[in-house]
């Protein structure tokens, strides 16, 4: 018999990027167990684009703090995906995701998370569907260490992908290849896209064989449900984080997803918040998760939105303090995680939501 | 007998600060008789700070078209209160309300405009006692304009209120007065709160006496739930707008309002569509009007939010943003009018929001 | 003979967009003729990118002051070249571009001002080397009509150019042609990029034979010393302003031209100063007219600069503040006319500079 | 007799807030040893307003290139003064200031730096006199530190000054005090105008009794030649470096100093710079330290500036990029340190510029 497992995710205040006093008090308190951690998401005060440092410098002070309970290797092990952008009433905060022993003491399904790593992504192969493969590949991986058995339980993938950098860019074109950009930025873009599409190919929402390599990135009516993708300077490979819900797993969380078909579709949210039981005393909020991203035709419901033609903000920021006035209006709390960068998570102007609950009582 | 009549909201979306082609095919076509036209409410695509000059842009384009079917002084009667920043998927448009002749048809109360405009406001008054009270009287004659007899159905009083120049400084010093302030960004503040303020007075909200003058732009504990005031460079007097329901007018359309206790409180909104018999078939959005501002406590519901720290974005444009989101998430369109500066218009970090619903069927 | 002309260049501050009092003024006190106006460039205080809206508030204000003294055909006849963007300390102006009738005095060239007008550009030859040949042709014909004989004696040309619109793209499409691009603000860069490249070659700086179409807005190595073009969407054709140097006018103006070799190259400039005697009792500088824009590169003289990385503040508003502070620090006024986007404006990372001056005594 | 010693001063470009590369690699070559650091100041590439975490983000990262070198208390021992802002073309980069041991080679002055520490300010006299005096007895005791005995030699003088917290105002509070402000943005402010003030009491600009309290921070016709003062909310005393001019002290380097009348005032740092003989073969530029704020009078010698107009770009942004360019003009490089708040530091609208330069052969 499989070893029974518990999730347990904490979700922390943070004053400041660099604010580390909460986990650390949590740590100090017995309430997180650095050794279990598996994964820490946070939403940082930044622009959320290219010259947001705020997201290093979280990952940074996070690691000093954990470094004080953890060897330098265990530190390095654990993934950091911090998404910039606290815009409208967004309040920044962290997620830490822990994996600890559990008890099997009730007869249902409850939160799993599962953690893979790919090997490294050779340049040439990013935001081509050799990258697709490798993600979809790594995707299963988390899967089966997460001890999902349906693919129909998997309601959140978590990839963070690589990027092109100029030494990458030179490296692949010294061995003869050309990559798929030499724009360090697109690059950035091409690298979730993949990465998105190898998450619709692991949970069956696309076959491999279906998918175009000039659609990545450019078709947006080919998308995930539940992905969600951010690239980073920091690595070469994929590190990903799947959260579903699972028989071998204890404990009372769960989670449950739904689709946005565009920024104001709050329907499959309120679902997907039903099926969880929030909204009495059945069940209380531990975390959201989105994606937000302005429509690329410029409309919402056939109105005419500004976001894509303001040079002042940038229009991923206008989209996350929208989408997030919407989910918060719904939630009751700002504590949420909304972030940017949806290629093909989610349908064009819409996106996923994954919702995490604790089941009370019982 | 009292003449009947009826009012009219149009809402027309524009596709640019100066695009005045759906009010003329509106013209045009004969739904919008331009002699009726007693306000002009618009929502336009800059800051809605400072440097916003796209509102004296709609305005000037406005009257341009006006004046090819009205004499001069008539465009220059109308109210034109534009309101700048459409961030998020907040969708430019403008609100054109007129005034016909109605039919004694219906034994219900209808949609009722009132119209009043002070006298000039002495420079020295502004943002003082003499201006609450000046604003309070004008509200009062524009609520019997209106033909409205029970103050509890006046839903939304929009006044448009005159700010301190360098000019008028020195006029008023000339005379040997001091004004409120030397500071011309901040007279505009204080001529919104007061103005507000006045509106608290005229709806029995509060009663003049019971201000302290240090309290105007400062206590945000004193507020009226049905006030939204803006201050502009181009007039010395009040222009006062009041949307109601008397049975002195009639037609399809209703008005109903609510006051958010904060930027995600959505249960009183919901409440107001519910009384609007919003959300089915027996009635359908016609518009929407909301004053949005960050909380002053830098907190929502205990979560902290960045809007007032952050330098590169105004916070009033990050509120527009999110409750934007919230608003839109539940009337189902951006096509809304979500508008800053709300000293004393709704308690703080909350707002009120008015609901105009056309009365389908019967 | 040659009709005898005289040159005046008008510059006028504004207090904002839509102030023409100055202008007003000036025809009030004959100091500009109304007829004569060929056309009007101006600064105005927008951000000088896609959702600037300061530019057609100063065309339309512009253009009813001017109603109130020309033909409406007369007021549309001029050219306005409205340049967003006043960062730093840089001075909200207008100026205006005079042609009047000369008198015979002087035995020395003066400034000479030409004007020309295209066909209007079938929109599938926007970006292409055919707008190369058009706006060239365009150029040779402004060159004679200011009665400028030798290349040499041009020093600033300014195009007005067209830009892609949906309707213009799906026109081309039903024709079965394809355009350049599909988007519409990369159409802008573009026209700019071709129109600036017709101006090299009319000058003889390239010839059309050694230009490849795909060098178009992408090689930067090509590049005309004298070239400032700007997109607008009001216009299918070119409008093209020629300043230079001829016998044929008379007057106290002369214009001359620097290039700057990246943002910091004062040399050149201080150069074209001292050939015009500005500095001292001599001369006096009536206007300056500048490009700037950040170079691609990322790097000014080895040292790395931020501007391309900014996702806050536009590149070419670092680029205008920045480059407008090294020419106001050489002539002593921030009322200079810098404007971006500088497609094969001068090279890459520098850019052009016209300097008009007025000859005392003599 | 005096031991003779030599100031050192590195200018090493920075990759990003957090790139040590460049101080680690001079470490490791010998060319800078650790244990003679007194100060490191840095331009870092946020947006040097309240929400600008590349200060703190940068700091954190020199403590932990420095903790392999130095005892914990020898790395907070160093000064640490970060100025966020890069705008224009001017390149993050630090400097790092070295006292070594010297030799009594040269019969001339040469780069003398001192240091001194404050004791804690108790938070009630923040911008208050009782500020300004301890401040003038601090750089008083670094000017002895460092040798300096002419106030006519010394050039710079840095202060990192305390401000106040929610924390700091109710421990005042708690006992009785009130704070300048409850404001904790102003109190940056008014630390800065306070340091500012004691600075020039210091250098005998201006003597305590004739200044008024309510003028600290609002009357700018007070102000020292030679300040620079930033705030910061780790300390809650005054950290003080002071650069001049020295016998005491040998090696190639010299420093000067020139004050701008306004933002384009560059005839006094020409001067500076060549009594410095920069410009030839003589002597190279090694830094230059420089202050720019936008002038409270909206004009900039008689033209309109929109800097303090702008919602979209904070004004000091835009002051720096000007004046960045105004300097960088002059000295050939955008590697320099321009930073903002500059009350009483300077004349309103201009102010100090300090050069380091070396001189080359003798």
Redesign the interface.
């Known amino acids: 018999m499989a070893l029974m497992r518990e999730a347990k995710v904490h979700r922390i ?1 943070t ?4 604010d580390v006093s909460g986990l650390a008090a949590a740590i100090a308190s017995g309430a997180i167990s650095p050794a279990g951690i598996l994964a820490i998401l946070g939403k940082t ?3 959320g ?6 997201r ?2 979280s990952v ?2 996070l690691k ?1 703090e954990l470094a004080r309970h953890l060897p330098t290797a265990a530190v390095e092990e654990i993934a950091y995906v911090m998404s910039g952008g ?8 962290i997620l830490v995701l822990e994996r600890t022993a559990g008890h099997p003491v009730h007869d249902r399904p409850s939160l799993a998370i599962g953690r893979a790593l790919t090997p490294a992504l050779p340049p040439e192969d990013l935001g081509r569907l050799a990258q697709v493969q490798m993600a979809a590949e790594g995707v299963r991986a988390a899967i089966r260490d997460a001890g999902i058995d349906d693919l129909g339980d998997v309601h959140f993938v978590q990839i963070k992908c690589p990027l092109l950098t100029s030494e990458r860019i030179q490296r692949a074109e010294a061995e003869g290849y050309s990559t798929a950009t030499r724009d360090t930025l697109k690059s950035m873009g091409l690298s979730r896209a993949a990465s998105a599409l190898g998450v619709a190919v692991a949970l069956g929402e696309l076959s491999l064989p279906d998918i175009d390599e000039a659609q990545i990135g450019r078709d947006m009516s080919l998308w995930s449900s539940r992905a969600s993708t951010s690239a980073g300077v920091e690595l070469e490979n994929h590190e990903i984080v799947v959260l579903g819900m699972s028989r071998s797993w204890s404990g009372p969380l769960a989670v449950d997803h739904a689709v946005m078909a565009d ?2 579709d ?1 329907a499959p949210v309120k679902a997907a918040m039903d099926r969880l039981a929030l909204g009495g005393e059945a069940a209380s909020l531990v975390a959201l998760l989105a994606k937000a991203e ?1 429509g690329t035709s410029g409309r ?2 056939g ?5 894509l ?6 229009a991923t ?3 996350r ?10 939630v ?4 949420i995680f909304v972030s940017g960068g949806a290629e093909h998570q989610g349908p064009d102007g819409g996106g996923p939501v994954a919702i995490i609950a604790r089941r009370n009582g019982g």
């Open positions: 205040a004053q400041g990027p660099d005060e930044g622009n684009c290219v010259n947001d440092f705020t290093a410098f940074q002070s000093i606290t815009e409208g009433a967004l309040s920044p905060h920024a104001i709050v302005p919402l419901r109105s005419r939105h500004t976001m033609d303001d040079s002042d903000i940038s920021r206008h989209a303090a929208f989408v997030g006035g919407v989910l918060a209006g719904l009751g709390t700002a504590e």
